[in-house]
């Protein structure tokens, strides 16, 4: 589903962490291979998919000196994991050889009001492409059948996978290639665009029972699990090499890595879990394992959720 099979490692690999983000964003597969609408990586005309040693190249040197990255993400103060996602690809494609970002964040709007935004134009060998592009956490259910996409919801239960792609294939795709959009796009010099999305993140699955994949799910997709806290003593009860500890929020996209320190003893997270509210956000856990270099590397992760989820919103 990317044309970057043979660098699947290289994320965890590198050690700046805003360049392991960016090489995580640009190599993870997406989460379905199957969606109403085409679905296509940004970089799949780049001279880099035909050539992926230059572009993991381009990522370790950038993982030796991470200034234009730096300098890069530094421009926007938005933390939103999302937008943080797509700021990481623009960076890329505008690095990219033989692609060329036409317009990032465009507005759409229709005598003053806002219609939405056209996530990426650009321009490569195979024409003009509109592309929406998503990073998304889903959490299947304990009860339901997990095969229908309305029943797995984000760690806030505000968000369904269902209702992602609906709003992506009916309302953000389609916006290219309304009269509203066209106008804009002409003074761009773009007579059509070819609309696209690109959904990557992570699907979790509830402990013990598990349950089946969503419809369309891609049998790579990146994975974990996830538990109430009622359920936690139990969890860990179970032998695993390695030491849990949260993840903070800006740090779930690529695979954790801990250079130059360790992590959390057991006290220490049983110290973190006596402080958290009860009725706390769902919190992002980490299984680390150390590495024949010293670092500690994530073997798995697990969302903890409070014991109403996903009744009581969080």
């Not at 996530?119 to 259910?141: C, I, M, S, T, W």
Request: charged content about 20%; proline content about 9%.
């Amino acid at each position: 589903m990317t044309p970057f099979d043979t660098l699947t490692d290289l994320p965890t690999q590198l050690c700046q962490p805003p360049v392991r983000d960016l090489a995580w964003t640009l190599l993870s597969p997406p989460l379905l291979d199957s969606t109403p609408l085409p679905q296509r990586h940004p970089l799949s005309a780049s001279r880099w998919s035909r050539k992926p040693d230059l572009l993991a190249d381009w990522l370790r040197g950038l993982d030796a000196d991470s200034g234009a990255l730096q300098q890069w993400l530094a421009q926007s103060s938005v933390r939103r994991l999302g937008l943080y996602y797509e700021r990481l690809w623009q960076f890329a494609l505008n690095a990219a050889p033989d692609v060329d970002v036409l317009a990032a964040n465009l507005p759409i709007r229709q005598q003053g009001h806002t219609l939405g935004e056209l996530d990426l134009l650009l321009r490569d060998e195979q024409g003009v492409h509109h592309l929406e592009l998503a990073f998304k956490l889903y959490l299947g259910p304990q009860q339901a059948g997990g095969e229908d996409q309305a029943h797995w919801l984000g760690p806030g239960s505000h968000d369904r996978l269902d209702l992602k792609l609906a709003h992506l294939c009916q309302h953000q795709l389609p916006l290219s290639a309304g009269s509203q959009a066209l106008s804009v796009l002409a003074e761009l010099d773009i007579q059509q665009a070819q609309a696209a999305l690109w959904l990557a993140g992570y699907l979790f699955y509830p402990w013990r029972d598990g349950c089946e994949a969503p419809q369309g799910a891609n049998p790579q997709h990146l994975r974990g699990r996830w538990l109430h806290r009622r359920d936690w003593a139990e969890f860990v009860s179970h032998p695993a090499a390695g030491y849990w500890q949260p993840l903070p929020r800006q740090a779930w996209l690529a695979p954790a890595r801990l250079a130059n320190t360790v992590p959390y003893t057991p006290a220490q997270l049983e110290q973190w879990l006596a402080a958290l509210p009860a009725q706390a956000n769902a919190q992002l856990l980490v299984r680390l394992v150390e590495s024949p270099t010293g670092d500690w590397l994530e073997a798995e992760r697990a969302f903890l959720l409070n014991d109403h989820w996903p009744d009581q919103a969080i």
